[in-house]
């Protein structure tokens, strides 16, 4: 039995870093907009088929990992200058609208594309990554999510262009002063917060396969995560990531059955929004009425 | 001229704040505009760097910059202090003054120039890696006129330096605004509810009423005339 836990616990960080991921990207979007971005799946999703287009052309893994990431930090610049930018200064339901219709555009245009068929995606680890704890494909796919999160880090924290986007995110205003293009650090966040999304679409495609509907619970996942973490805290978003993962296989296998893990998601979000809406580790609010 | 403006307008809505203002300021002085809340001095900084529609020309070191944006005017070499500050509140004081010479090319003198500011206000150096919303308001008006500095500014615009400080600090402040404007021609434009410090640092002055320049000339000038002795100065 205790054997079993442990091997869940594991698994479940394995997925967890999945989730830490596009929670991640949403926090990223969210710091800059203040809102959620729906479509944060459905982006992943679209890279994903575009990795899996580079491969079917016999290019390495590896080099189709690279090239899918860049591909989806530039569908992510494009996605804020042509679709986001013109209705930045407009009401909050407009830009929601535009979030769920980027959603079913993406969603309906993979569909067209590459068919409803759902696909193998394969999983670039060796067996000899095989240990009694983890499958390969966890282990390598944990091991990826700390690298890319890492990079991240170091890149927000120690250069200068990192430094100039969290500056455009909190305060606008004073990044002009201070001669940062603002508008164009946005875009960056956008690319920066696809690309995060293509490496956990990659990741997560030869657990769930390869279909338009993949990403529709993890973003669920993703999002609860987030809402855990602190939906304007970068690191909370992570860790709540890695909690949901085990939270969610934990019940999953021991407690309410597989059938039953999406309604972990759902309760933990009415959850942290009843008893505390600004997560473990984001800011609390206070306004004067 | 550094700074020549001619004819300025702005709005805010359908409310004019701003009816024709021209006024102009030579390389290496210390400008300051006097008038009430509302007379048009927070609003005229704003339009200088790029922060308000305007209507009229402004023109900054032979160019025109009206109209442009003002990531752009910034990089011009105007640094401005805002009304309320505008420290970046979650990111440490070094990380505020890094992002005050982020378009600056020679990132080696960057460092150097953080340690002057630090010899400036050692209180910024103790504070160095604390989150700048977490200082005290003297703090923070000190880091806002810091990563201005930062920006090795031709032109700096101080909108009200001295609110919310001790009359002590106030001082200080103001002698080492006096001492980077000599030392390194660094021209100012400075707005400020105390009108007596201001016209003491000042060459020049220009006096607001609700949107028009209603007297101007040396600071000497205007500290003498009696209707700003008795509206501003109090005597």
Redesign the interface.
């Known amino acids: 039995m205790s054997e079993a836990i442990v091997h869940q616990v594991f698994a479940g960080l394995a997925t967890g870093g999945i989730y830490a991921s596009l929670a991640l990207a949403l926090v990223m979007i969210y710091q800059a907009t203040h809102l959620v971005n729906f479509a944060q799946g459905e982006m992943a999703m679209f890279c994903t088929y575009i990795g899996w287009s580079l491969l079917q052309t016999g290019l390495g893994y590896w080099p189709a990992f690279l090239l899918t990431v860049a591909v989806g930090f530039v569908l992510g610049v494009l996605i804020e200058r042509i679709v986001i930018r013109p209705i930045e200064r407009t009401s909050v339901l407009s830009v929601v609208v535009v979030f769920i219709g980027l959603l079913a555009i993406l969603n309906s245009v993979a569909g067209w594309i590459f068919t409803y068929t759902i696909k193998p995606f394969p999983s670039p680890f060796p067996e000899s990554l095989a240990n009694p704890l983890m499958s390969p494909h966890e282990l390598g796919s944990i091991l990826v999510t700390l690298v890319m999160l890492a990079l991240l880090y170091l890149f927000f924290r120690f250069t200068?262009l990192g430094?100039?986007m969290?500056?455009a995110a909190?305060?606008p205003?004073?990044?002009?002063?201070?001669?940062?293009?603002?508008g164009w650090m946005l875009a960056l966040g956008w690319g920066l917060a696809s690309a995060i999304g293509a490496v956990a679409g990659m990741m997560v495609a030869p657990v769930v396969y390869l279909d338009p509907n993949m990403m529709g619970g993890i973003l669920l996942y993703a999002f609860a995560a987030a809402l855990l973490g602190g939906i304007d805290n970068p690191l909370g978003a992570v860790l709540g990531g890695f909690i949901m993962g085990v939270l969610e296989n934990l019940l999953g296998a021991f407690v309410i059955g597989n059938d039953l893990k999406l309604a972990v998601a759902l309760v933990l979000i009415v959850g942290v929004l009843l008893v505390r809406p600004s997560g473990l580790f984001g800011t609390v609010h206070v306004s004067r009425v | 001229m550094l700074l020549d403006v001619k004819a300025l307008q702005a709005s805010y809505g359908a409310t004019r704040v701003l009816h024709g203002m021209s006024f102009g300021m030579a390389p290496g002085s210390i400008t300051t505009l006097l008038g009430a809340n509302g007379a048009g001095k927070t609003t005229t900084l704003r339009a200088v760097c790029g922060m308000v529609k305007t209507g009229g020309e402004i023109t900054f070191d032979g160019r025109r910059i009206d109209g442009k944006a003002t990531e752009d005017i910034v990089r011009l070499g105007i640094a401005h202090v805002p009304d309320g500050r505008g420290t970046f509140a979650h990111l440490t004081t070094e990380e505020n003054l890094r992002l005050g010479a982020y378009t600056r090319k020679d990132k080696a003198r960057v460092h150097e120039d953080i340690e002057r500011m630090y010899g400036y206000f050692p209180r910024l150096k103790e504070r160095r890696r604390q989150q700048a919303g977490t200082l005290s308001g003297g703090e923070q008006q000190m880091l806002a006129v810091s990563r201005a500095l930062m920006l090795r500014p031709k032109l700096l615009l101080l909108d009200e330096p001295s609110f919310g400080l001790a009359p002590l600090v106030v001082r200080e402040l103001f002698g080492i605004l006096r001492a980077v404007n000599q030392a390194e021609r660094v021209s100012m434009l400075v707005v400020e509810q105390n009108a007596a410090l201001a016209l003491e640092v000042a060459d020049h002055a220009y006096v607001l009423e609700t949107g028009r320049v209603v007297l101007s000339g040396t600071a000497q000038h205007v500290r003498n005339d009696d209707a700003v002795r008795r509206s501003y100065l109090g005597y």
């Open positions: 200068p430094l100039a969290r500056a909190q305060n205003e004073s990044s002009r002063l201070v001669g940062i293009r603002v």
